[in-house]
């Protein structure tokens, strides 16, 4: 019996998902974690390199993609790499911890945990502002922690999943649009916008699949208004979220540091609210158990095939 490699890939992909749901971040300090590893890698290049250039940017990000490309040639196995590259988990439960502090009327503590999820100043942000910004980051990192990884796993095996784990990575340390980082990071951040434009809209439609009463309005957001978002994957997540759980997003002023991003309005209903963070979490579940079932049921179909072949 011969099974096809994308056959293979696909139920990697989906066994992937299913472990991370299940078992969550790997059972090691966080300074073990691989990503942790990646990024102190990354980090002591930096050191090494940084210029307020391009071409020193385009040899960190070579060098980050080639190593994540050996590691995944490495480890071989599909199902491995699409777990340890996924972090559907994680995001559900720092989520939750945020919209727990919010629920018991906490803005302190949903202050000191929204760090984990966003890079922007919560020191400002009140209980409304807040909610946004989980649902904002719930609903990007669908695309980032969970879509992706499998999609890339399912493209390109082992490699591919920490080839994209590897670039996110790299846009979330360096792809900055701030003084330090405007050149230096370009490569990373257009690496990341190339590795991410297939998932983010593959996201929309597994939202679509997820909420079928709300698919219409999830389209209709799609293709309105997720163009207006400075990120040409993050706008597409964000909007197909709004759309299906009736919410306007954006449309406010996020700090980073010293650096004022505005964004645009996306989605034509009421501001989140405290209640809307269990709300986009579950959403985000739905997608992570539709995007298993339908990687799942093609590996399986591939299996079967090559049975019938063999």
């Keep these: 019996m011969v099974t096809p490699r994308w056959s293979r890939r696909a139920l990697g992909a989906a066994a992937g998902l299913v472990v991370d749901r299940v078992v969550g971040e790997p059972p090691v300090p966080d300074r073990w974690h691989p990503v942790a590893l990646f990024g102190s890698g990354v980090a002591a290049l930096e050191d090494r390199i940084y210029d307020d250039r391009r071409a020193p940017g385009v040899v960190l990000a070579a060098a980050g993609v080639g190593a994540a490309a050996l590691a995944g040639a490495v480890v071989g196995s599909p199902a491995a790499a699409g777990y340890l590259a996924t972090a559907g988990r994680g995001l559900h439960d720092a989520a939750t911890d945020v919209g727990d502090a919010l ?36 609903a990007e990192n669908t695309s980032d922690a969970v879509v992706a990884p499998a999609l890339w796993t399912l493209a390109a095996g082992s490699v591919g999943a920490f080839v994209h784990r590897a670039g996110d990575t790299l846009d979330s340390m360096v792809g900055y649009r701030d003084d330090i980082y405007r050149r230096f990071g370009t490569a990373a951040a257009r690496l990341d916008d190339v590795l991410a434009w297939v998932p983010a809209r593959a996201t929309a439609g597994l939202v679509a699949l997820a909420r079928p009463s709300r698919a219409a309005e999830v389209l209709r957001t799609v293709r309105a208004d997720a163009g207006r978002h400075p990120s040409p994957n993050a706008g597409v997540a964000e909007a197909a979220f709004a759309g299906a759980l009736g919410l306007r997003l954006g449309g406010g002023e996020n700090r980073y540091g010293d650096l004022v991003e505005r964004r645009p309005a996306l989605g034509r209903g009421r501001d989140p609210a405290a209640a809307d963070v269990a709300a986009a979490v ?17 590996g399986a179909a591939g299996w079967a095939a090559g049975r019938r072949r063999g």
């Design 282 to 298: 579950a959403l985000s579940r739905d997608v992570t158990w539709v995007l298993a079932g339908l990687l799942a049921a093609a």
């Design 103 to 138: 629920a018991a009327g906490d803005l302190d503590l949903a202050r000191e945990r929204l760090p984990s999820l966003v890079g922007r100043d919560p020191s400002r942000l009140d209980e409304a502002a807040i909610a946004r910004a989980v649902v904002e980051s719930v």
